[in-house]
Nanobody, 121 residues
Framework: QVQLVESGGGLVQPGGSLRLSCAASGSIIRIDAMGWYRQAPGKQRELVTTISRSGTTNYADFVKGRFTISRDNAKNTVYLQMNSLKPEDTAVYYC???????????????WGQGTQVTVSS
């Protein structure tokens, strides 16, 4: 089995910064793409950003220039640096990874449990 565990959420004032982390553990052979999604109350889950194993990144327009995704393949960890946060960034942030695990199908999709980010004064 594979687990994704997020950390780093919390309450921050508008204009502030937070850094989220997501560590994958378990019977992992290899991790391909990793990413972050978010879901605000009453809204559907939406893509925030993704990063390939080689480091190619993709960002939703609403976070370009403010958020930065990175990863450490040796630690099976992905990070999300969030700057210039706005109240509309308030949501539960979910980590996602495409993982080839021992005993599993190649490139199965795994999700973290989510971490709350609240931007408010």
């Amino acid at each position: 089995q594979v687990q994704l565990v997020e950390s780093g959420g919390g309450l921050v004032q508008p204009g502030g910064s937070l850094r989220l982390s997501c560590a994958a553990s378990g019977s992992i052979i290899r991790i391909d793409a990793m990413g972050w999604y978010r879901q605000a109350p009453g809204k559907q889950r939406e893509l925030v950003t993704t990063i390939s194993r080689s480091g190619t990144t993709n960002y939703a327009d609403f976070v370009k220039g403010r958020f930065t995704i990175s990863r450490d393949n040796a630690k099976n960890t992905v990070y999300l640096q969030m700057n210039s946060l706005k109240p509309e960034d308030t949501a539960v942030y979910y980590c996602h990874a495409e993982v080839w695990a021992r005993g599993g199908s190649p490139w199965s999709s795994y999700w973290g449990q989510g971490t709350q980010v609240t931007v408010s004064s």
